[in-house]
Structures are given as structure tokens and as C-alpha cells.
Nanobody, 128 residues
Framework: QVQLVESGGGLVQAGGSLRLACAAS????????MGWFRQAPGKEREFVGA???????????YYADSVKGRFTISRDNAKNTGYLQMNSLKPEDTAVYFC??????????????????WGQGTQVTVSS
């Protein structure tokens, strides 16, 4: 059984940075995709970005236009952990952030329904 645990959320001023972590357990993740989503109050869950765990050394990441150039996704194979580095944060980035995982790194997976495994979420609040 795959388990995902997020950490690193909190309160930050606009223009600041936060790094979220998603620790994965239950299997090796070569061939999997780790995605990040967020959900603000009263809104649908939206795609933030994802990274393909396509091999031990090769991976591809992609992002929503709203965060491109500000957010960066990375991974640490030894720790089986993915990261979401968020820079130049804006108040509109305020949301609960979730990491998710699915098998199949050959395509771009951006829909919440396309992911089988989810973490519990972590709150990110950006003050103006």
C-alpha cells in the first residue's frame, strides 16, 4: 500500500518562500508520477505540477501556468521523497496542498481523478 505524507506548510508573507515535502512509502517509485495539487476554500482541487519518476536518474517535471517560473518540483531518490519549492508566493497561492501519486510516467497527468494515492494535505497561507 502506497502512503504519502506531506509536511512543510505554514504561514508566509507575500513574496516569501516555502518548501513542501512528500514522503512516500510502500514501494519503490520508479515508473510513478508524483503530482502536487491545491485546493482553496470553495474551489475545486487544481493541478500545480508533477514529476515523472521515470528512472533512477532521468525525470521530467511540468507545471500549471499559474505557478510556472515560481514553483519547482524535485525528488530525492534515497529518501523516496518529493519536494515542492514555492518562491515569490502570492496571496492567491493560499490553499491546502496535496501530493498524489500514480503509476505511469509516460504521459502528462494533470487531473485529480488520474491519481490513485493521496496525502493528507498541508495548509499554506500567504498573507498580503
Amino acid at each position: 500500500q502506497v502512503q504519502l505524507v506531506e509536511s512543510g506548510g505554514g504561514l508566509v508573507q507575500a513574496g516569501g518562500s516555502l518548501r513542501l515535502a512528500c514522503a512516500a512509502s510502500g514501494r519503490t517509485f520508479v515508473g510513478y508520477v508524483m503530482g502536487w495539487f491545491r485546493q482553496a476554500p470553495g474551489k475545486e482541487r487544481e493541478f500545480v505540477g508533477a514529476i515523472n519518476w521515470s528512472s533512477r536518474t532521468n525525470y521530467v517535471s511540468y507545471y500549471a501556468d499559474s505557478v510556472k517560473g515560481r514553483f519547482t518540483i524535485s525528488r530525492d531518490n534515497a529518501k523516496n521523497t518529493g519536494y515542492l519549492q514555492m518562491n515569490s508566493l502570492k496571496p492567491e497561492d493560499t490553499a491546502v496542498y496535496f501530493c498524489a501519486a500514480r503509476y505511469g510516467s509516460g504521459s502528462r497527468w494533470t487531473g485529480p481523478d488520474e491519481y490513485a494515492y493521496w496525502g493528507q494535505g498541508t495548509q499554506v497561507t500567504v498573507s498580503s
